[in-house]
């Protein structure tokens, strides 16, 4: 039996992210003070410190800001910490080059901004530099930076691509976390040489895709022959049962699913970073991810999940049912588990709740957990296990777009299927073409993106991919 767990680092990442927005909101506008100067632009202030050159804040009217170079003759060399805090009217801003300090959360929540280009004498970005600007698509960062502060980025769900030069040597942490169109990262230096921290989302770190083992195995092929559709509790059940006979392997090189081994190493621990870990919730929420929900959606599952007494099956007023493809926690005297629900079927004082858990008998495995409604406690083989809580992601939330494959001369049985903003790529068909050996799918017929299965889809509509080729 393995220990049940949510994704510690997705539980945390929500709390701190509340805990630090209730601490920015609380956060007070700064007013016009005694030694300041006001700048007056087309669409509202700039209020500049002459004592220090700093642009300490703007009013929130602003629309396009070009900040002068100086201003009564004095140099323009820093901008104070939330200086454009929530400036959702913000569309541009040039920032001059005599500017060599910009403090922290300076662009903080400004939604409209699409690009930012910082200055050459920055040496640092400070930490939610731009934090939630949603709209961002273009970030430009000079060599001489060092070092990015932590959640600079987080949450600009439109960036498609960062560049990082030579001078970086640091990456805080979460910098670039909930960036969901973010899959373009390049480093003009040695990315080995760069503290990096828990600076992107999962997918960064085991290379977007499967490892290399597990797609030598069977389970991977299994799993290939699942269609994806719009029924994701359909698509949750599919995936888990590709699984069915999985084994836990030895290490990172053995993780095809064929090992006998006992080491907890396998490619769900694989794909969060996890190995080697007690799995069953590592497999639980990679069959939810696979099955085409957004890992904000799963966590906003975990945040509303309910317990046995919720439900209708209580006799208690609740509303709730335990349905296909929700995720229970149990509790047992050793631990506790999690296990992915197929099918539940009421009789008289039992539920009968067909279920696939990895990590049983250190693999994936399917069985009936009979629960005894009135206790809350199973029966049977079971008779240790009690009901904790259910995750049951709400999934009219999903917003759909159509992901198109084109051969790009080959041929390939899947066309085109939906996808749900920020889900994982997921399953991927593998088209063929005489002659020639498939290298992958591209975001251009030449050139472009390499598109994998643990990478995010971050559009706002839809997207074609190419398959590239060479010779055999």
């Keep these: 039996m393995q220990k049940g767990k949510m994704r510690s680092h997705s539980l945390s990442a929500i709390i701190s992210a509340m805990v630090m ?77 005599t500017v060599t300090t910009i403090d922290k959360g300076a662009f903080f929540g400004c939604t409209a901004l699409p690009s930012i280009s910082f200055p050459k004498g920055l040496t640092k970005i400070e930490e939610q530099m731009c934090y939630g600007c949603t709209s961002l698509t273009s970030v430009t960062i000079p060599n001489g930076v060092t070092e990015i ?57 085991n ?21 994806l559709t719009t029924n994701v509790p359909n698509n949750i059940i599919n995936i888990a ?7 836990e392997g ?24 996890t190995n080697p870990e007690l799995w069953c919730g590592d497999f639980a929420e990679w069959c939810v991810e696979m099955g085409g929900v957004p890992r904000s959606l799963l966590n906003e599952g975990y945040v509303n999940k ?44 039992t539920l009968k709740i067909k279920f696939c858990d990895g990590g049983h008998n250190d693999s994936v495995y399917a069985d009936t957990y009979k629960l005894d409604i009135s206790t809350g406690k199973g029966k049977g083989n079971y008779s240790r296990w009690t009901m904790d809580y259910i995750v049951s992601p709400d999934y009219s939330k999903l917003v759909y777009h ?37 290298v992958g799918w591209f975001t251009e017929k030449t050139g472009g993106v390499q598109v994998t299965s643990y990478m995010p889809f971050g559009k706002t509509g839809n997207q074609t991919l190419y398959a590239h080729w060479k010779k055999k």
């Excluded at 030069?165 to 973010?182: H, T």
């Excluded at 198109?404 to 593998?430: D, Q, W």
């Design 21 to 97: 927005l209730m601490s920015v909101l609380s956060y007070n506008v700064p007013v016009y003070a005694k030694g300041e100067t006001i700048y007056d632009t087309p669409s509202g202030r700039l209020f500049f410190e002459k004592a220090t050159g700093t642009i300490t804040w703007a009013d929130e009217s602003v629309t396009d800001v070009v900040i002068p170079s100086e201003i009564d003759g004095v140099k323009v060399t820093a901008i104070k910490e939330w200086a454009f805090y929530n400036h959702s009217n913000l569309r541009s801003v040039v920032i001059p080059e």
């Design 149 to 205: 502060g932590r959640q600079a980025f987080c949450g600009c769900i439109a960036l498609p691509g960062i560049t990082f030069p030579k001078s970086v040597v640091s990456i805080g942490d979460r910098a670039f976390y909930r960036c969901s169109s973010l899959y373009d990262i390049r480093f003009e230096g040695n990315r080995n040489n760069i503290s990096l921290a828990d600076a992107f989302d999962t997918w960064f770190y």
């Design 207 to 227: 290379g977007g895709d499967f490892s290399a083992s597990y797609k030598k195995g069977k389970y991977y092929k299994n799993l290939m022959k699942v269609k």
């Design 241 to 247: 049962k590709s699984q069915k006979g999985y084994h």
């Design 250 to 273: 030895r290490s990172n090189n053995d993780l095809s699913g064929k090992s006998k081994s006992k080491k907890n190493y396998t490619e769900y621990g694989f794909y969060y970073g």
């Design 306 to 349: 309910f317990t046995l007494a919720d439900t209708v099956y209580a006799g208690k007023g609740g509303t709730k049912k335990i349905s296909k493809g929700d995720l229970c926690h149990v509790v047992k005297p050793d631990g506790a588990h999690m296990f992915i629900v197929e099918s539940v079927k009421k009789s008289g004082k």
């Design 402 to 438: 159509t992901l198109k494959f084109n051969a790009n001369g080959g041929k390939v049985k899947v066309s085109s299927r939906k996808i749900a903003e920020g889900a994982l790529y997921s399953v991927l068909p593998t088209p063929t073409k005489s002659g020639k050996k498939f």
